[in-house]
């Protein structure tokens, strides 16, 4: 059975969110399920298997080169491990530089001193 905005017979609904347009709380609890960052990108049990494998398979279908394949591989290696948590974001980085910095007071104060500390390790 088609959604609401796909069966409207009027666009104009759809576009203005009408009543007859919007889509039931009990259809979207059949159709939409809340996921990690893991779960949507490394898969989730038997019945998701999640956008790198999908891409792993989409590389092996269209018999990818090598060359390619292997150039692929670093960046959905890289995209798993960050969804997976292994692998810290900047961000994470920075503010475990920060937290773990001897001049730090827990105060969320960055003193001149720990941005300079910061800065040049970054530029290393």
Known sequence: KPCAPC????????A???EE?????EM???????????????GKGDYFPGLVPLCY???DHMNCDKKGFSKLDGYLRFISA???????TDAGWMRDFVLNHPEYAKDSVVSPAIAHDLVKACDE
Not at 7 to 14: R, Y
Not at 21 to 25: D, F, P, V
């Open 7 to 14: 069966s409207a017979s009027d666009p104009a609904a759809v």
């Open 16 to 18: 203005n969110g009408s």
């Open 21 to 25: 347009s919007r889509l039931n709380e």
């Open 28 to 42: 979207l609890d059949d159709t939409v399920e809340e996921m990690t960052m893991d779960e949507i990108f490394n």
């Open 57 to 59: 398979a989409y590389l």
């Open 82 to 88: 960050r969804a997976a948590a292994q692998v810290k």
